[in-house]
């Protein structure tokens, strides 16, 4: 089968593509031949060799998690009938940008008629995370809601959850296409943060300063966002894509009142982020929730994949085709 190699830590180019043998279950394992596979920005940066301490993978290592696609093989203590299904699964972190991925069996998800592989694997990541921090942050109707890196894959399923809701919702992002599609989703406001005035922006759209911010920016944007909540305000501070999280003002946001959440609320156990995805399956399927696939790539182009993600060339997700 192939699979794309990390052959050291780099650039792109360090990701190729070689001939591995096809892997045979072990006794609770199913094999999935792969039909799409999630790609995450989390994955440019262990490549190339920033995120060590976070992620002990020695090179050469087959990035990706999340797939979709056909159960072809299933061990002793897997029921058979689930060959020919197709399912979703997370493959443990590595593993993913093959032909062929043995999964834990207890981990697969049914992918419900009617969804495109596509948009199943992009929910696999993005969904269960978005839910979590949407829920923490208990958004009501009328709310204004602050959502930075909203172009991304997370960042446009928590502008459709918060409009649903009653919300209303304020999209940061750079770019006139981005923003565009922000208000294809819901977004009531958007504003381009490329420009010097977009806090002003944000302030003439919730004068009394906004009530929940998700921040997927972190970094001096982020900072930028906290300053703009007001008084009991939620801020989940998540995004890191420049290499930081937001700076916050703790003091700061006692003063105000203000919760702040960081990143380990969405340190999910397994049968959590299980259940979560099935449920995020479920919703698309019924039409209430719109993944949106920004571009996708043959599995032999995963090498262009993460460059257009770290040239922050991509809308939605980002998707290699197998």
């Known amino acids: 089968m192939r699979a794309v190699e990390v052959s050291g830590f780099g650039g792109p180019e360090v990701l190729r593509v070689v001939e591995r043998a096809d892997p045979a279950p072990s006794a609770r394992q199913a094999v999935i031949a792969v039909q799409v596979a999630d790609v995450l920005f989390l994955e440019t940066q262990v490549r190339a060799g920033r995120m060590r301490d976070d992620f002990p993978l020695t090179p050469p290592y087959v990035p990706g998690d999340g797939v979709v696609g056909t159960v072809v093989a299933v061990g002793s203590e897997v029921d058979g009938a689930l060959i020919g299904d197709r399912v979703a699964g997370f493959a443990g972190g590595q593993g993913g940008y093959a032909d062929r991925v043995p999964l834990d069996a207890d981990g697969l998800v049914p992918v419900p008629d009617g969804l495109a592989s596509e948009q199943a694997v992009a929910l696999l990541h993005d969904g269960p995370t978005a839910l ?33 809701a009653g919300a209303h919702v304020i999209a940061a992002a750079r770019g006139e296409e981005k923003l565009r599609l922000l208000r ?139």
């Open 184 to 322: 294809d989703v819901g977004a009531d406001t958007v504003v381009d943060y490329s420009g010097h005035d977009w806090a002003d922006q944000v302030r003439r759209a919730a004068p009394d300063g906004v009530d929940a911010v998700f921040d997927g920016a972190g970094a001096e944007l982020g900072g930028v966002a906290f300053g703009l909540t007001a008084r009991g305000a939620r801020f989940s501070a998540h995004g890191a894509p420049a290499g930081r999280f937001a700076d916050i003002d703790e003091d700061a946001a006692r003063e105000r009142d203000v919760t702040v959440r960081g990143i380990e609320q969405v340190q999910l156990g397994d049968e959590e982020t299980v259940g979560l995805a099935a449920e995020v399956l479920r919703e698309a399927a019924a039409g209430r929730l719109r993944p949106v696939v920004g571009q996708t790539f043959p599995l032999d182009r995963a090498a262009e994949a993460h460059a257009a993600l770290e040239e922050r060339r991509v809308t939605g997700k980002t998707v290699l085709v197998v």
């Open 132 to 164: 979590t921090l949407f829920r923490n942050a208990a958004v009501k109707p009328d709310d204004r809601v602050l959502i930075t890196a909203a172009a991304g894959g997370m960042g446009l399923l928590l502008v459709q959850l918060a409009h649903a």
